[in-house]
């Protein structure tokens, strides 16, 4: 998963998908034109999803809770990326911060204070 900053122009935004290559893109109506644009330039987009009002061939996010729940095994490992942040741009171009399942779990306990 690679969420994107909303203030992002579409060079800043293009610069991110193609650092990720990702096959869904998720966009509000804001941002679908955006992202329908940046979507047809990359052939790893496979699926676009609506955040709210679909348009611009984007599918609404219910669609994707409608299935019978089952989904196929995958190999994962606690270490594999799970999300990936672009943070602040140093030389003019933002950096990607990965955050791994297992990093996201241990937040999550440290934040609930579980042991």
């Keep these: 998963m690679v969420p994107d900053n909303w203030r992002l122009g579409p060079d800043e935004a293009k610069y991110v998908i193609s650092d990720m290559s990702p096959t869904m893109i998720f966009a509000s109506s804001e941002f679908q034109p955006m992202a329908a644009s940046l979507a047809s330039e990359f052939g790893s987009i496979r699926d676009r999803y609506s955040m709210d009002n679909a348009a611009w061939e984007f599918a ?12 196929p095994p ?23 911060a990965i955050r791994s399942h297992r990093g996201l779990v241990l937040s999550g306990l440290q934040i609930t204070g579980q042991p």
């Design 60 to 71: 609404p996010f219910d669609v994707l809770t409608e299935a019978d729940g089952a989904s």
């Design 74 to 96: 995958t190999d994962m490992n606690c270490d594999d990326a799970y999300v990936v942040f672009h943070t602040a741009a140093v030389d003019g171009r933002s950096r990607g």
